[in-house]
């Protein structure tokens, strides 16, 4: 059974840093792109990043490139998404979601495993 666990999430400040972190189970982490979505309240879930197999290929929504960098640890089955000088406007339940044995994608269409998601809020 394949399983995405995301944690990191919590309330901070406009400026202020996070980390989240995703762990996989029950699939070839090591052969699979990972992405970062978030789903604001009343909005369609959007891509954040993505990074592909061996990490050398990332990519980023425009809003947050510069300020976002997506990493992972093959040994620890775990993607990260590091977040700094955060904004109001990145509050969002953030998802991790893995494509095996595929290129990172922009599309959530792409991904066919998603983690529970973890709420971010920023404060102004």
């Known amino acids: 059974q394949v399983q995405l666990i995301e944690s990191g999430g919590g309330l901070v400040q406009a400026g202020d840093s996070l980390k989240l972190s995703c762990t996989a189970s029950?699939?070839?982490?090591?052969?699979?792109?990972m992405g970062w979505f978030r789903q604001a309240p009343g909005k369609e879930r959007e891509f954040v990043a993505a990074?592909?197999?061996?990490?050398?290929?990332?990519s980023y929504a425009d809003s947050v490139k510069g300020r976002f960098t997506v990493s992972r640890d093959n040994a620890e089955n775990t993607v990260y998404l590091l977040m700094n000088s955060l904004k109001p406007e990145d509050t969002a339940v953030y998802y991790c979601a893995a494509k095996v044995y595929g290129l990172p994608h922009s599309s959530p269409n792409e991904y066919g495993y998603w983690g529970q998601g973890t709420l971010v809020t920023v404060g102004s």
């Open positions: 029950g699939l070839t982490f090591s052969r699979s792109a």
């Open positions: 990074i592909s197999w061996g990490g050398r290929s990332t």
